[in-house]
């Protein structure tokens, strides 16, 4: 799929905007891979706290005016942001939940088993939650990077070995 990407992105762009394209999605593949964990958590921090800072601000301008508006703004910048980061293992533990849940109902149409298994998978989702976060980051840049990798003319073979060792090396690297 990715391949298809490529061959669309070359069509579309010049030739030095696709250099740059790639190297900008090699860099995210090893970013994911090396420190996925990290940048996700970031970027949740960074979107709640923006979202929590103009919600924060927006009230805040109702009842009060100047710096006021500015500072509440910021304090909620950082409560939404931490908010985030530690809300983030319950969104991985509902999603878990979710899929086990929707799994077991799909093939056993059992609902009291369907939620015995999807209460179960929450529980482990969120006590799980980092090393999933892990897992998924180090899953989705190895798969980006073994698409780069043919997309550069590796051999499909040479790719995925590569992509296999990086993603070991990341899967330790950000384990520990």
Do not use: E, W
């Amino acid at each position: 799929m990715t391949m298809d990407f490529l061959n669309i992105l070359q069509t579309i762009l010049p030739p030095q905007m696709m250099q740059l394209t790639v190297i900008l999605m090699l860099i995210l593949s090893l970013a994911l891979i090396f420190a996925g964990k990290n940048i996700v958590k970031a970027l949740i921090f960074l979107v709640a706290g923006f979202a929590t800072a103009a919600l924060a601000a927006t009230l805040a301008s109702l009842y009060v005016k100047g710096i006021s508006v500015a500072i509440i703004g910021l304090l909620g910048f950082f409560v939404g942001g931490l908010g985030g980061v530690l809300l983030l293992p319950l969104g991985i533990g509902l999603v878990v939940g979710y899929f086990g849940y929707a799994a077991v109902i799909t093939t056993t149409g059992n609902l009291m088993v369907a939620v015995v298994v999807g209460v179960v998978l929450f529980i482990l989702g969120v006590v799980l939650a980092n090393k999933i976060l892990v897992a998924m980051t180090v899953v989705a840049g190895g798969m980006l990077f073994f698409s780069i990798a043919i997309g550069l003319g590796l051999t499909p073979l040479l790719a995925a070995l590569a992509a296999i060792l990086l993603s070991a090396a990341g899967l330790y690297i950000q384990s520990r």
